[in-house]
Structures are given as structure tokens and as C-alpha cells.
């Protein structure tokens, strides 16, 4: 992992903008039309529209929402810095507003284009920017908080700018180069990109600034992360799990995972907090990005990530998936504590169980006797626990999960996953 660099001055990222000045009303998008009706086919045109459509909203929230966080920044710096970042973000609404109407002919004016691309949003990209107007209001409501700081610094421009927006444009960008069309279109997204680049750093120097200043400032960061990572993984989720919606421009959903966590976990540390301090990250720390990024499409497509609207489906990979993240987030001490495995009774697949073995917790299918506790549900149902879906304690009320064992060792069940 890259260690933590000395981070650009805000007044040196002040600059840059100056230097970065650039109109989303002077670039020619006259042959983009051209193209994207005569060299883009109907799956490129689909997937084109799906994709710039959260780039056109997720504009206009942030351009809309950033407000709390200039009014919070306790520095004078930051406050100037932030103010030219809301510019910005009103200049990229005007580019991906112009092109969506001018070039793909959706709507006929601001509002109407709106209106037309919310069909478009995916579930995650709306769970994600719901919890940014949740913490910006709350923020707006307590200026003084600087856990609300944190939360939205990092919700900004660590998660939203830099996992989602900055992966986005990399790959939009490559293949606009290498396909060789709409001028005006990468021409924009290029600006928007520099700027993006800019904002980011911004966020990391001012995440790490308020890491190093108050000791709530990195519980709030990895607390809001913990919240919204399981909803970020279903902003790329694209219509009916169609995976041509990338592959049509030459790059995978895989590509697109390892480069977000990546770009994640690099600025992350950059700010003082290190990836494994987040338990959704240590859990798969052992694992390449690659690797991470595999499993990730195997929960999505198995339904237990990417929709919460969606009943998991569970395969023998997903299944072994699943308890691979039990088996390492379990407290080892309350698992050897019980004096015995815990197995899981599921009424619509075989069973499966957990014992300390060796230093480390073990997850295996089959049976196994003396059970210490035992948990008896349907496979679903703890596949959602497992990822936070569903709250266990609402899951004993209703009776969809069920615990059996001695008393003393129901009582250690809340230690044992935290």
C-alpha cells in the first residue's frame, strides 16, 4: 500500500484553478451529433445515455449541496478553495445538460432533461447521493461538528469524486480516444476530469487536515464509509444486469470495481486512515483488487449486493463468498470462548459451520456434532445479514432467524459478529 505523500497546499490548488479556466458553453458539439447517431450503434447509445445521465444529476446534487461544507470549513483557504469547487460543479451540470439535449436529444430544457434521465439513476447512485443531502443538512444544521465535516469531505470528494466520478471518466475517456469520436464531448470530459483531479486533492489534504486535528473527525469518516460502501457498489450496476452496457466499449464492471477500491484505499490513506481501520475493506484485504472486484459481480449478480430491492439468489459461490467474510470478521477469542463450532441450520441448503482452528476462524459446508450454537434460517436471509441488509435483531423479532445453545453462549452471540 502507498504510503502517505505531503499533501498539495490549498493556496497552490487555488492556483490551479485559475490556470484550469475553461467554458462549457464555447465547445463545438456539432460533429458529436454526427456521431452519435451515425458511429455510435444502439447498445453504445444506450450505455452512453445510462452512464452521462448520473453524471449530469450527480452534478447538479453536488453543485447544489456543497454550500454546508464551504459555510463549515474552519480556514479561510478552504472556504476559497470550496467556493471555486461549487463553480465548477455548476459548469459541468451546463456541459452534461447541453450534451444530453443538444446530442441526444433528450429533453428541451434544463428541467425537462432532468426530469427525463431520473429513469436512468441506479439504485446505488441513489442510496449514495440520499446520504450526501443527509449529512450536508445535518452539517448545515451543526456548522460547528467537525464529524459532520469529515463525513462530508468524505462523502464528497473521496467516495462520490473519487471512487465513482474519476473511475467513470477514466474509462470514458479511453474509449472516446480509442473509438475516435464525439470531439466536443472529450474535449469536456477531459476539463471535467482536470477539475475532478483537483477536487479530490482538495478532499484528501482537507480530510487528513481535520484526521490530524480531531480524533472524532476519523471514526465519522470510517463510520459514514461503513454506511454507504455497500451502496456504491450498486451505482455501476448497470439495466437488467447487462454487462454489455460496458463491454460494448471495451472494458469490463471487473475493471471498473478494482479501479474504484483502488482509487479509494490510495486516498483514504493519504489522509491518515488506513484501508484496514474500515471493516468492509480489512474483510477483503487479503484479496488483489482484481480478485475483490470478481467477487463483488458474483454478489451482484446473486442479488445480495448492487439492489437491496432485489432476494438473493444464492450459489455455491456466493455461499462460499459470503462465509469467507464471516469467517474473518468474527471475534476469534468469543468463537474459541464457546467451546464449540456454530453451525447454521438453513431450511433451503445444506448446513454450514464455523470453528477456530489454528489461529483463524474456519467456514465449511456439511454437518458437524456438538454444535455450541446453532442458527436457523433460511440461506438469503443470513446472506443479507452478512452484508448488513438486514438487521439481525430484527431478524430474532420476526423469527426469520432463529438461535439454539446453551444460554451462556447465546448471550456472547452480538460479541462474536460485532
Same mark, same amino acid.
Given at each position: 500500500?502507498?504510503?502517505?505523500?505531503?499533501?498539495?497546499?490549498?493556496?497552490?490548488?487555488?492556483? &490551479?484553478?485559475?490556470?484550469?479556466?475553461?467554458?462549457? #458553453?464555447?465547445?463545438?458539439?456539432?460533429?458529436?451529433?454526427?456521431?452519435?447517431?451515425? %458511429? &455510435?450503434?444502439?447498445?453504445?447509445?444506450?450505455?452512453?445515455?445510462?452512464?452521462?445521465?448520473?453524471?449530469?444529476?450527480?452534478?447538479?446534487?453536488? $453543485?447544489?449541496?456543497?454550500?454546508?461544507?464551504?459555510?463549515?470549513?474552519?480556514?479561510?483557504?478552504?472556504?476559497?478553495? /470550496?467556493?471555486?469547487?461549487?463553480?465548477?460543479?455548476?459548469?459541468?451540470?451546463?456541459?452534461?445538460?447541453?450534451?444530453?439535449?443538444?446530442? $441526444?436529444?433528450?429533453?428541451?430544457?434544463?428541467?425537462?432533461? /432532468?426530469?427525463?434521465?431520473?429513469?436512468?439513476?441506479?439504485?446505488?447512485?441513489?442510496?449514495?447521493?440520499?446520504?450526501?443531502?443527509?449529512? #450536508?443538512?445535518?452539517?448545515?444544521?451543526?456548522? =460547528?461538528?467537525?464529524?459532520? +465535516?469529515?463525513?462530508?469531505?468524505? /462523502?464528497?470528494?473521496?467516495?462520490? @469524486?473519487?471512487?465513482? !466520478?474519476?473511475?467513470?471518466?477514466?474509462?470514458?475517456?479511453?474509449?472516446? =480516444?480509442?473509438?475516435?469520436?464525439?470531439?466536443?464531448?472529450?474535449?469536456?470530459?477531459?476539463?471535467?476530469?482536470?477539475?475532478?483531479?483537483?477536487?479530490?486533492?482538495?478532499?484528501? *489534504?482537507?480530510?487528513?487536515?481535520?484526521?490530524?486535528?480531531?480524533? @472524532?473527525?476519523?471514526?465519522?469518516?470510517?463510520?459514514?464509509?461503513?454506511?454507504?460502501?455497500?451502496? #456504491?457498489?450498486?451505482?455501476?450496476?448497470?439495466?437488467?444486469?447487462?454487462?454489455?452496457?460496458?463491454?460494448?466499449?471495451?472494458?469490463?464492471?471487473?475493471?471498473?470495481?478494482?479501479? !474504484?477500491?483502488?482509487?479509494?484505499?490510495?486516498? /483514504?490513506?493519504? !489522509?491518515?486512515?488506513?484501508?484496514?481501520?474500515?471493516?468492509?475493506?480489512?474483510?477483503?484485504?487479503?484479496?488483489?483488487?482484481? @480478485? %475483490? $472486484?470478481?467477487?463483488?459481480?458474483?454478489?451482484?449478480?446473486?442479488?445480495?449486493?448492487?439492489?437491496?430491492? *432485489?432476494?438473493?439468489?444464492?450459489?455455491?459461490?456466493?455461499?462460499?463468498?459470503?462465509?469467507?467474510?464471516?469467517?474473518?470478521?468474527?471475534?476469534?477469542?468469543? +468463537?474459541?470462548?464457546?467451546?464449540?463450532?456454530?453451525?447454521?441450520?438453513?431450511?433451503?441448503? =445444506?448446513?454450514?459451520?464455523?470453528?477456530?482452528?489454528?489461529?483463524?476462524?474456519?467456514?465449511?459446508?456439511?454437518?458437524?456434532?456438538?454444535?455450541?450454537?446453532?442458527? @436457523?434460517?433460511?440461506?438469503?436471509?443470513?446472506?443479507?445479514?452478512?452484508?448488513?441488509?438486514?438487521?439481525? %435483531?430484527?431478524? +430474532?423479532?420476526?423469527?426469520?432467524? %432463529?438461535?439454539?445453545?446453551?444460554?451462556?453462549?447465546?448471550?456472547?452471540? $452480538?460479541?462474536?459478529?460485532?
Amino acid at each position: 500500500m502507498e504510503e502517505r505523500t505531503e499533501p498539495i497546499s490549498y493556496q497552490r490548488l487555488y492556483r &490551479l484553478w485559475e490556470e484550469g479556466a475553461w467554458s462549457a #458553453t464555447a465547445i463545438d458539439l456539432t460533429l458529436d451529433r454526427e456521431h452519435f447517431d451515425g %458511429r &455510435l450503434d444502439q447498445t453504445q447509445r444506450d450505455a452512453a445515455l445510462w452512464n452521462y445521465a448520473m453524471f449530469l444529476t450527480g452534478e447538479e446534487a453536488v $453543485a447544489r449541496t456543497l454550500t454546508p461544507v464551504l459555510d463549515a470549513a474552519p480556514d479561510h483557504p478552504q472556504q476559497v478553495f /470550496l467556493a471555486t469547487q461549487i463553480a465548477d460543479e455548476a459548469r459541468h451540470h451546463v456541459f452534461f445538460d447541453r450534451f444530453m439535449r443538444e446530442v $441526444a436529444g433528450v429533453g428541451h430544457d434544463t428541467a425537462s432533461t /432532468l426530469e427525463q434521465t431520473r429513469a436512468l439513476l441506479t439504485w446505488g447512485f441513489r442510496q449514495t447521493f440520499s446520504e450526501l443531502e443527509r449529512v #450536508t443538512e445535518a452539517l448545515r444544521r451543526k456548522p =460547528q461538528d467537525l464529524g459532520l +465535516l469529515a463525513q462530508a469531505v468524505t /462523502l464528497y470528494h473521496l467516495v462520490i @469524486e473519487g471512487m465513482l !466520478a474519476v473511475p467513470g471518466q477514466h474509462f470514458i475517456q479511453r474509449y472516446l =480516444q480509442d473509438m475516435n469520436v464525439l470531439p466536443g464531448f472529450s474535449e469536456g470530459m477531459a476539463n471535467v476530469a482536470r477539475d475532478e483531479s483537483r477536487h479530490v486533492a482538495f478532499g484528501v *489534504r482537507f480530510l487528513g487536515d481535520l484526521v490530524a486535528s480531531a480524533r @472524532e473527525c476519523k471514526s465519522a469518516a470510517i463510520e459514514v464509509l461503513e454506511r454507504v460502501l455497500p451502496w #456504491t457498489v450498486g451505482v455501476f450496476v448497470p439495466p437488467r444486469l447487462d454487462r454489455s452496457y460496458t463491454e460494448c466499449f471495451g472494458f469490463t464492471l471487473e475493471e471498473i470495481y478494482a479501479f !474504484a477500491e483502488r482509487a479509494l484505499e490510495t486516498k /483514504l490513506l493519504r !489522509a491518515g486512515i488506513h484501508p484496514e481501520e474500515v471493516p468492509r475493506l480489512a474483510r477483503m484485504a487479503h484479496l488483489t483488487y482484481e @480478485e %475483490r $472486484a470478481a467477487r463483488t459481480w458474483v454478489l451482484i449478480r446473486d442479488g445480495i449486493l448492487g439492489d437491496d430491492r *432485489r432476494e438473493p439468489h444464492m450459489t455455491p459461490q456466493s455461499m462460499e463468498i459470503v462465509f469467507d467474510g464471516v469467517a474473518r470478521s468474527v471475534d476469534l477469542d468469543a +468463537l474459541r470462548s464457546l467451546g464449540g463450532p456454530v453451525v447454521w441450520d438453513f431450511h433451503d441448503d =445444506q448446513p454450514w459451520y464455523l470453528v477456530a482452528a489454528d489461529g483463524h476462524a474456519e467456514a465449511k459446508p456439511g454437518r458437524v456434532a456438538e454444535p455450541a450454537l446453532v442458527l @436457523e434460517c433460511r440461506r438469503g436471509d443470513w446472506a443479507k445479514i452478512a452484508v448488513g441488509r438486514l438487521d439481525p %435483531r430484527w431478524a +430474532l423479532l420476526t423469527r426469520k432467524l %432463529r438461535v439454539h445453545g446453551a444460554l451462556a453462549s447465546k448471550a456472547k452471540l $452480538a460479541r462474536l459478529f460485532g
